[in-house]
């Protein structure tokens, strides 16, 4: 073979090798890529021309899709919108994507997952419309109602747990928005409707977002005092006025400038009775940073984070340098910052005994033929105190409700446990507001935590009154109300 022949002959094999390479990026490398690529119209279309599986709540469908005369076959729709809205999120494959359960359960919903192989391979065979899997919620419908009501007007969340599975009761945020405005197979609409929206209505503050969690943060401390053994809830603590912080000028004190006893000491009770500021920064620094931060992750505060299949943001009491700001930490500032869902678990550790359960927002998944292909089983996820410290803190947590800062989450004829928070986010900005507790204190059913941004006064003001509608809408379902 002559030189210019032999050089065509390389062209043509490294022409033909650049080929098959590009073939196998695009058939292999890049598949996923252009297959999820919202420009793809040939997988748009397939995706509406599949049944879209459901998300029920209680025998009713939160998210459905009914058939169309149009070009799409499908149309997703949410029947109650913004009630489950922070759980369902939003299906908008032709603009946005999805969001919340639409997301993280999409392999069911739309029927790609592993679970629904032998389903797909029998709709091949019979000639089926290929459909999706439908799942199942823990949630309970007149929580999440009493939930998303008293939240109306506000920016804030509600999480309730049933403490002994850890199932997920209530999970609101607001403001909330309309999922089926995002879901509908106009592009312009939607997008029209999206520029209405603000981040705050499109952010899931019960699971998303983390606040500085101010006096709930002193049931961790309480907890601390007690699992060493050396307190009791009668134990005497130092509860001055004013603390000035170790190393510094910096002076601490309580909500109003008011005194929790005088200036005299007062019992561990009694202090978190009346949420009292200096009495926990002293304690706190008293027991030391290893055994404050010890406790806070032990019940889950470690920023690591954790799956309902939701994500859920990690929590963290942050960075300690020294004890003034240990004693800033004690009473649920500085660093510390928590999101509603890790507030409602320490509420349901003390009601479950001590035991955390790992919440869990799915209770089933079921085949297109409605057989269940996975139960959710209850799982601990830690042991952070004793029954008895958890014996303590209820005994504790009840006198909030009955006789101190949250006495507006108190139900008659039921013994509620409970704690406020109010916390400081900087100068000029209004104060967040929280509540945790739980009921009935003797046999607890429910845990719930309200958090409210801004909301000004104090959690036993604003947050501990939407804990009781929440509280007395589960009794009242469960034949206890």
Known sequence: MNAPLRRVAISVLVLFTLLIVNVNIIQVVRAGDLRDNPRNTRVLADQFDRERGSIVVDGNEIALSVPTDGRLRYLRQYPQGELYAPVTGYYSPLVYGNTGLEREANAILSGSDPRLTLFRLGDLFTGRDPAGGNI??????????????????????????????????????????????????????????????????????AISDRYQAGSIFKVIVAAAALATGDYTPATTIPAPDVLTLPGTSTTLRNYGNSS????ADQSLIDALTVSCNTAFAQLGIDLGEERIRDMAEAFGMDDEGLEIPLDVAGSTIGDIENDAQLGQTSIGQFNVAMTPMQAAMIAATVANDGTLMRPYLVDSVQAPDLRVIDQTEPEQLAEPISSDVAGQLTEMMTSVVAEGSGRRAGISGVQVAGKTGTAQVSEGVDDHNWFIGFAPAEDPTIAVAVFVANGGGTGGDTSAPIARQVIEAHLAAQGGG
């Open 136 to 205: 199942q919620l823990t949630l309970e419908p007149a929580a999440q109602q009493a939930a998303m009501e008293g939240l109306a007007g506000v920016t804030g969340a509600v999480v309730a747990l049933d403490p002994r599975t850890g199932a997920v009761l209530a999970l609101a945020s607001t403001p909330s928005y309309d999922p089926e405005k995002l879901s509908s197979h106009d592009p312009a609409a939607i997008r029209e409707y999206r520029s209405q929206l603000g981040e705050a209505e499109l952010r899931n503050h």
């Open 260 to 263: 929790c006893n005088g200036g």
